[in-house]
């Protein structure tokens, strides 16, 4: 099992940025692929951005290409993202997620969760 734990978040204007965190813990955390999912009120979780911790290749939601980042610190076992340039529509709770399947991109394949972070983007 994996432990995750997500901090930042926020209120910004649209426009601005905001960072988000996701410490992680486990014994074999660097099996794992991580990634970033939100769910706005009323619609399903979707994923944002995935990584994996070895070679670090990255994987994007095409409403987030090239105003997201995904990275990781893996000496300090953390997962960021990085929201540049927020829209109103990015608004919705961002949860931190691992899977055992590389590159996964649907909810169903991750078993662990972080608790979730607001991020509210006003216009």
């Known amino acids: 099992q994996v432990q995750l734990v997500e901090s930042g978040g926020g209120l910004v204007q649209a426009g601005g940025s905001l960072s988000l965190s996701c410490a992680a813990s486990?014994?074999?955390?660097?099996?794992?692929?991580m990634a970033w999912f939100r769910q706005a009120p009323g619609k399903e979780r979707e994923f944002v951005a995935g990584?994996?911790?070895?070679?670090?290749?990255?994987n994007y939601a095409d409403s987030v290409k090239g105003r997201f980042t995904i990275s990781r610190d893996n000496a300090k076992n953390t997962v960021y993202l990085q929201m540049n340039n927020l829209k109103p529509e990015d608004t919705a709770v961002y949860y931190c997620a691992a899977s055992i399947r590389l590159g996964a991109t649907s909810f169903a394949n991750y078993g662990n969760w972080g608790q979730g972070t607001q991020v509210t983007v006003s216009s």
């Open positions: 486990g014994r074999t955390i660097t099996t794992y692929y």
């Open positions: 990584i994996s911790w070895g070679a670090g290749r990255t």
